[in-house]
C-alpha cells in the first residue's frame, strides 16, 4: 500500500477481474477488493496504474460482495473513461480509500419509505443499497433517454424501478423526465428521499418534493456533474 505523504490519501494498486459491457458507452469494471472496506454509496477515486489522474465512481457492488464494481459512461473528452473503456482483465487500476457521507442510517427500519431518484449513472449507490440490504421499502426513479440505459433494471423488483426515457415512447418506461413523474405522482410525507444524478435534475426534483412536503432533513444528494 501506498499513502501520498501530500494528502494522506491511501492508494492500492487493483487487479481488473472483469470488463462487463452494458452498452456502447457505458460498462462495469469488475476488480478484485483487495481488502477494501466501504459504505454502500460512498465513492472511490480509479485510475490508470501509469497515469497521475483518477475520477470519482460511487462503488456499485455491494458491500459483502467478493469484488468492487463501479459504473463507469464514456465521456469522449475525458481523461479517465475512455481509458477505462480499453482496460481489459489483468490490468492493474489505481484505487483510493472510499469516502463520502451519501449513506442509509445504520438501523434503518424495515418499513422505511424511500425514494431513490437517480440519473444516468447516478443509479450507482443505489444499486449499491439494494444489493447490500435487499429488504428495503423502496421505489427506484431513473431518468435516463433511453431504454439501453436501464442499467441492470432487471435486478430490480419491477414494481419498484420506473425508468423515465426523456427520448424513447416504450410501454416499458414512463416516458417524460424524473420531475414530470414526480408532479404526477405526489411523494407521502413521511418518505425519505435520496438524489443522485446531475445537478440541474436534482436542484429541480429538490424543489418539487420541498413543495410536496417533504421536510429539507428527509432530502439526501448527491450531485455528479
Not at 452498452?23 to 490508470?48: C, M, W, Y
Not at 473528452?77 to 473503456?85: A, C, E
Amino acid at each position: 500500500m501506498e499513502v501520498s505523504e501530500a494528502n494522506k490519501i491511501s492508494t492500492k494498486l487493483h487487479e481488473i477481474v472483469d470488463m462487463l459491457h452494458l452498452n456502447d458507452s457505458t460498462f462495469i469494471v469488475r476488480l478484485e477488493k483487495n481488502g477494501v472496506n466501504f459504505k454502500a454509496g460512498q465513492h472511490i477515486n480509479v485510475g490508470p496504474a501509469n497515469s497521475i489522474h483518477t475520477r470519482e465512481y460511487s462503488v456499485y457492488s455491494g458491500e459483502n460482495d467478493e469484488y468492487l464494481d463501479i459504473l463507469v459512461k464514456e465521456v469522449t473528452d475525458g481523461f479517465i473513461s475512455p481509458v477505462l473503456k480499453k482496460q481489459k482483465p489483468g490490468n492493474m487500476l489505481i484505487v483510493e480509500e472510499p469516502v463520502g457521507y451519501f449513506s442509509l442510517p445504520q438501523n434503518i427500519k424495515p418499513d422505511q419509505k424511500l425514494l431513490l431518484i437517480a440519473s444516468g449513472t447516478g443509479i450507482s449507490p443505489f444499486h449499491s443499497f439494494i444489493k447490500t440490504t435487499p429488504n428495503l421499502n423502496y421505489k427506484l426513479i431513473h431518468g435516463v433517454r433511453n431504454l439501453s440505459e436501464r442499467y441492470d433494471f432487471d435486478f430490480y423488483e419491477p414494481s419498484r424501478y420506473i425508468a423515465c426515457t426523456s427520448r424513447q415512447k416504450s410501454d416499458e418506461s414512463y416516458f417524460g423526465r424524473v420531475t414530470h413523474y414526480l408532479e404526477e405522482n405526489p411523494v407521502s410525507p413521511e418518505t425519505q428521499c435520496y438524489l443522485c444524478g446531475n445537478s440541474g435534475m436534482i436542484h429541480d426534483t429538490y424543489d418539487i418534493l420541498e413543495n410536496q412536503g417533504i421536510a429539507s432533513e428527509n432530502i439526501h444528494a448527491e450531485v455528479y456533474f
